[in-house]
């Protein structure tokens, strides 16, 4: 009995401890990709960015990955992105910018 008891306590702690860690991983997962975008390695960042859990139900990564795609030059990706944020949030006034920014530099203006 005091065997499953103890088994139990320790698959309690694990389960528990779990969301923190992974709450941890991903901010040090930020952190590094935020700091790739700085030093304008852009293709590092939007990997880091990309390998995120969650982040298309997050305004700041949808944004931050729609940005990686713009600075390499992948237009669409980055307008999809940037519709992705929008829709999460409508009234961001840089998501607004941005995204009206890379649908002037499509080729075909879709009306």
Do not use: Q
Not at 32 to 59: C, F, Q, T, W
Not at 62 to 67: A, D, E, L, T, V
């Amino acid at each position: 009995m005091k065997r499953y008891t103890y088994i139990m306590i320790l698959v309690s702690l694990a389960l528990v401890g779990c969301p923190a860690y992974a709450d941890d991983n991903n901010g040090n997962l930020k952190a590094k990709a935020d700091s790739a975008y700085v030093h304008e390695k852009y293709d590092k960042a939007l990997e880091a960015y990309m390998s995120m859990p969650g982040k298309e139900n997050s305004v700041d990564l949808c944004y931050n990955i729609g940005c990686c795609y713009y600075r390499l030059d992948d237009i669409a990706n980055s307008i999809r992105w940037f519709e992705r944020a929008y829709l999460l949030n409508p009234g961001d006034e840089d998501v607004c910018s941005n995204l009206g920014m890379a649908r002037s530099k499509t080729i075909d203006k879709i009306v």
